[in-house]
């Protein structure tokens, strides 16, 4: 597509629930970020996708979350058993490394 | 992990006015990119720029890497460039830093 596509935009979920965020990267893209930001806060790292690398996983607050990538393209970010400290904006980017990273509109995440 | 440091943390311009937002980093890196982050929260990439200066209309950007520091020049400053203006360097993977928030008054 033209540009990161995320889904959904809003999602409010109960306390204890498990929740999956997706990702749709522009074509071609062969790294995949994904990055959460808190209300008023900067942006903090938690996992890349680089092409059939092992990702990276260095970013990841808790074992609660996970992320795949299948196919080399989509990707979704499971969050298992939602806290509150969770509820922040996840957003997704992709890129060639050659130009830059592109985001998507993001998630906005509110556990309740 | 590298550190991030951008400066001035607020911005109140007049319109018109030309700025000069500035970025330490702490580490050699690869990769350096500005975005916008506008009032409806869209991160908008303005530079991948990790040396040289770059320009696209009113806005220009240098970094000198051998330095560890990058500069993002505004120029005649509009309303739309208000928002939060993010620096991230990495090698690899991007580390942002807490950014410069501009607003620009008519």
Partial sequence: GAGVSQSPSNKVTEKGKDVELRCDPISGHTALYWYRQSLGQGLEFLIYFQGNSAPDKSGLPSDRFSAERTGGSVSTLTIQRTQQEDSAVYLCASGTGAHGYTFGSGTRLTVV | ?106
Avoid: M
């Avoid at chain 2, 311009?13 to 702490?26: D, K, M, V």
């Avoid at chain 2, 739309?80 to 993010?86: A, I, K």
């Fill in chain 2, 1 to 106: 992990g590298i550190q991030v440091e951008q400066s001035p943390p607020d911005l109140i311009l007049q319109e018109g006015a030309n700025s000069t937002l500035r970025c330490n980093f702490s580490d050699s890196v690869n990769n350096l990119q500005w975005f916008h982050q506008n009032p409806w929260g869209q991160l908008i990439n303005l530079f991948y720029i990790p040396s040289g200066t770059k320009q696209n209309g009113r806005l220009s950007a240098t970094t000198v890497a051998t330095e560890r520091y990058s500069l993002l020049y505004i120029s005649s400053s509009q309303t739309t460039d208000s928002g939060v203006y993010f620096c991230a360097p990495g090698f690899q993977k991007l580390v942002f830093g807490t950014g410069t928030r501009l607003l620009v008054s008519p």
